[in-house]
């Protein structure tokens, strides 16, 4: 059993983390750790002022970043690279423009993990795992794993699917 001191609920709390406390019990209590919740941007709400103002502070600009997966393979990690549709702290939606902050309580240099190419190639891991590592439940992560088997199925067919189970194992 894990044990929880007033400190250590406090230094949960201060990193963004929703704590509660069952006091009705003389054990040790055993808090519950909510993670912060996603927040999405949407575009489309935003004024042509704050357009205006987020276009004067952040300018395009056109650096080197990896266009593969050989050449970020050497890049310092936690990848520096937000802007590259595999790392994992903010989602683009390419039809509404939105962006989704998955770790809001986080900065970027403090995420475990960085890149879903890297997590990728460590291999089979839990539901739970992945949702950790996706702010999302594990619930979400087996409704976007079937989803995904259909997505395979329909499109390849029987065959892919059975190549990937063999492939897999």
């Not at 055993?30 to 952040?58: Q, S």
């Not at 039809?95 to 997590?119: M, R």
Request: hydrophobic share 35%; proline share 5%; net charge negative.
């Amino acid at each position: 059993m894990l044990k929880y001191d007033a400190s250590t609920i406090e230094d949960d709390q201060d990193q963004g983390l929703e704590i509660e406390v069952d006091d009705d019990d003389d054990r040790d209590p055993k808090p519950i750790v909510r993670r912060v919740r996603a927040k999405t941007i949407a575009m489309k709400r935003l004024t042509k002022e704050e357009l205006r103002i987020g276009a004067l502070l952040y300018p395009e600009r056109s650096y080197w970043r990896p266009k593969s997966r050989g050449e970020c393979a050497n890049v310092a990690r936690p990848c520096p690279y937000v802007s590259c549709k595999y790392h994992l702290y903010i989602d683009v939606n390419p039809a509404t423009g939105s962006i989704k902050i998955n770790f809001p309580d986080l900065e970027v240099w403090e995420l475990q993990h960085s890149c879903a190419l890297d997590v990728a190639s460590q291999g089979g891991i839990t539901l739970e795992e992945v949702g950790e590592i996706l702010n999302l439940t594990r619930e979400r992560i087996r409704q976007v794993e079937v989803r995904g088997l259909m997505k395979l199925k329909e499109h390849g067919g029987e065959e892919l699917l059975a190549y990937l189970a063999r492939a897999s194992e």
